[in-house]
Structure formats: C-alpha cells, structure tokens
C-alpha cells in the first residue's frame, strides 16, 4: 500500500496539479493539507473520476484536511471529540486539523499540527496545547482499537538539526524551538517512529520551502512533513521518499508530497 501526505496549500488553487500527480502516481491513499476550502465547496469530481473516495473536512479560507481513498474508509471521524471529552478539546475542533478512517488493517491519521507563529507567542502556546492533546487522542486510539497506526501530514516541526538546511538559531526560531520539538518527542514516545528515516539518514532532504529567497532553488528547505508509524507497519515500510517534482511547477505550493509505502 502506498500513502502519501501533502501539503497543497489551497486544493481549487492546485487542484489541477494534484490530479496530474496522482495521474502519474496513483497512491492507495492520498492526505491533504490546507484545502482552504468548505466541503460543499470542494472540486470532488476530478478525483472521483481518478477512482477515489473523498473524506473532507473543510474550513473557509484557512486549513482543512481531507483523505482520499482507492477503496471506501471505514469508521470516519474528524477532529479529537469523538474520542476526547469535551473539557479536554475545549475549542480545538473549531480548526479543522484532524481527519481519520481505516483502510485494511490501518488506520489512517492525516494532521495538520498549527504552525504556532512565533515562539512565545498565543498562537505558540496554541501549538503546544494541541499537541499535548493529540498525544492523548493518539494514545486513546491505541489503547482501544486493535489497528496499526499511519499518521502522516504536515507537523509544521523538525525534529532534527539535521531536518533543516542551517539549524543555526534554532532554539528561537518557530518550528524547531526546544519546547516543540519535546512536544512532538512526547507524541512519539507512544510507540510511533519516523518512516523516512528508515530508509534516509543524511541531511539535505525537505519537504517545505519558503517561497522567499528563493529558497527552493538553493535547496533551503525544512522536513516538516512526517510518516509515523507504529512498530508493526514500521518493520512492514519499503520505502519513505519525498517527491520534489510539484515544488518546480508553476505556482506550486510550498510544501511537496510524501510517499510511504509498506508491504
């Protein structure tokens, strides 16, 4: 099975080339980022047309998540309330991050982590609540349902110095400050590891470049963009690889796909 993850930054905006990728990469699975975009609203018919089922949760002008699917999910719920009491989401629903349904034997957990802003800052602190909070909705999953565990989607975090072209500042900079990268470290310690590195160890990899500077070009990226998986299906990866093609395009998004695949 082959899933990817990818950050689009707009679906009616690249909508056209996500169906000429999956054209010529036709994943089982295919997770999305930032549609920016109510359900109602959504372009379904191009992918439909590809053999994909749709699962979206949509938010107006900002974030969203959205699966598709070559065979039909099972058990959909978006958001952390259908596991998680109410006291403990409080608003955190009211952002569309969070989309989840099983394929086989797998359940897939496509996340868009906030970007937090600037360290210190609301948005900052928002970051680290909804982590804390994703590490027990993920916990929650685990401890109840008898399924491994694919969660993919953009972080907004690298983990490593090495997941960043110069790390140098780091410790101030939003996205691989200390307090979440432990935030994310914590998430991770409840069984789940990080597929790419399986398969890539070395520095110069990203999945996300900054449209300024031209940072693409100058290969100036962040890896923010994660399959984590459970001990089970990470013995079953293959391969983890990151595929550049749609950041060379005209007007691409910022952030490029992330192809897992496992036996």
Not at 3 to 17: E, F, K, L, M
Not at 41 to 55: A, V
Not at 193 to 207: C, L, N, P, Q, V
Request: proline share 5%; glycine share 6%.
């Amino acid at each position: 099975m082959k899933v990817a993850t990818w950050n689009v930054n707009s679906i009616r905006t690249r909508q056209d080339q996500v169906v000429e990728w999956l054209q010529n990469n036709p994943v089982d699975v295919l997770c999305l980022q930032e549609t920016k975009v109510m359900e109602v609203q959504f372009p379904r018919s191009p992918f439909e047309e590809l053999g994909y089922h749709l699962y979206i949760s949509g938010q107006k002008s900002y974030n969203g998540v959205a699966i598709f699917s070559r065979t039909p999910l099972e058990q959909v719920s978006t958001g952390f309330s259908p596991l998680l009491d109410a006291e403990t989401v409080g608003e955190l629903d009211e952002q569309k991050r969070v989309i989840t349904g099983i394929v086989g034997d797998v359940r897939i957990v496509n996340l868009y982590v906030p970007n937090g802003s600037a360290v210190g800052s609301e948005k900052y602190d928002y970051k680290l609540l909804w982590l804390k909070v994703l590490r027990e909705y993920l916990q929650t999953l685990l401890d109840k349902q008898p399924y491994e565990l694919c969660i993919c989607g953009d972080f907004n975090i690298a983990l490593e110095d090495r997941d960043i072209h110069n790390p140098k500042g780091k410790e101030k900079h939003i996205m691989a400050s200390p307090v979440e990268r432990q935030a994310l470290q914590s998430v991770l310690e409840i069984g789940l590891a990080d597929a790419f590195r399986k398969f890539t160890t070395e520095t110069g990899h990203y999945s996300w470049w900054d449209y300024r500077t031209n940072a693409f070009s100058r290969n100036m990226g962040w890896r923010i963009d994660h399959h984590y998986l459970t001990p089970k299906l990470y013995e079953q990866a293959s391969s983890c690889r990151i595929d550049i093609a749609p950041r060379k395009l005209p007007k691409p998004s910022d952030h490029t796909p992330v192809i897992v695949e496992w036996i």
